[in-house]
């Protein structure tokens, strides 16, 4: 079946540095999402990508959809303490509402 | 605005006990519904997804079961738990099929003990 490679697994990094993460995956995608979940809630969706080649920014957070479809990344700049929590990559296969997960990067920030 | 809730937030329940967590989507009609499961570190696995009344698809064998009574109500099911069915079990909703992100519920623990 189709699996989404997300990386790193785990970051741990000094408030103000910026952050990059990616997934890849074995087929292509036609949406990718980025969404972040806090201890015991749910995620939340943070950005939507629907383009090949998209660039999309949500405050100090900024995505793109890769052009080959299967992979995709997100950078978060200058973080700061409430950026902490586990960061999902989402694709969507097909025309289906179906999302396939990433297995998580976790981020700590140290103040 | 379109909400979403599910219930119980929080539950333990003894190895061969029922199950039932129940999802309601308010503000929109005929939503797609979904059933994710997150075991502890984990990332999320769908378990199963509704595009109508009745309608279900499963994505994984399992001991879990669920129903789409009405059109904005899922319900997740077992008639008798496992130990391995201990998670975070989210509900979520979409609309219509390509480029409609999905957006989740709160959540509700499940301990089987």
């Known amino acids: 079946g189709q699996q989404l490679n997300q990386s790193p697994q785990s970051m741990f990094i000094q408030e103000g540095e910026d952050v990059s993460m990616n997934c890849t995956s074995s087929?292509?995608?036609?949406?990718w999402l980025w969404y972040k979940q806090d201890p015991g809630e749910g995620p939340v969706l943070l950005i939507a990508l629907y383009k090949a080649g998209e660039l999309t920014s949500n405050g100090r957070l900024t995505a793109q959809f890769g052009i080959t479809r299967k992979d995709s990344f997100l950078n978060i700049s200058a973080s700061i303490p409430s950026d902490v929590g586990i960061y999902f990559c989402?694709?969507?296969?097909?025309?289906?509402?179906?999302?396939?997960f990433g297995q998580g990067t976790t981020l700590q920030v140290k103040p | 605005s379109q909400t979403i809730h599910q219930w119980p937030a929080t539950l333990v329940q003894p190895v061969g006990s029922p199950l039932s967590l129940e999802c309601t989507v308010e503000g929109t009609s005929n939503p797609n519904l979904y059933w994710y499961r997150q075991a502890a570190g984990r990332g999320l696995q769908l378990l199963f997804y509704s595009v109508g009344i009745g309608q279900i698809s499963s994505e994984v064998p399992q001991n879990l079961s669920a129903s789409r009574p009405q059109d904005r109500q899922f319900i997740l099911s077992s008639k008798k738990l496992l130990l391995s069915d201990s998670g975070f079990y989210l509900c979520a909703w979409n609309l219509g099929t390509a480029g409609n992100t999905i957006y989740f519920g709160e959540g509700s623990w499940l301990t089987v003990v």
């Open positions: 087929s292509i995608f036609n949406t």
């Open positions: 989402a694709g969507q296969p097909g025309n289906t509402g179906k999302l396939i």
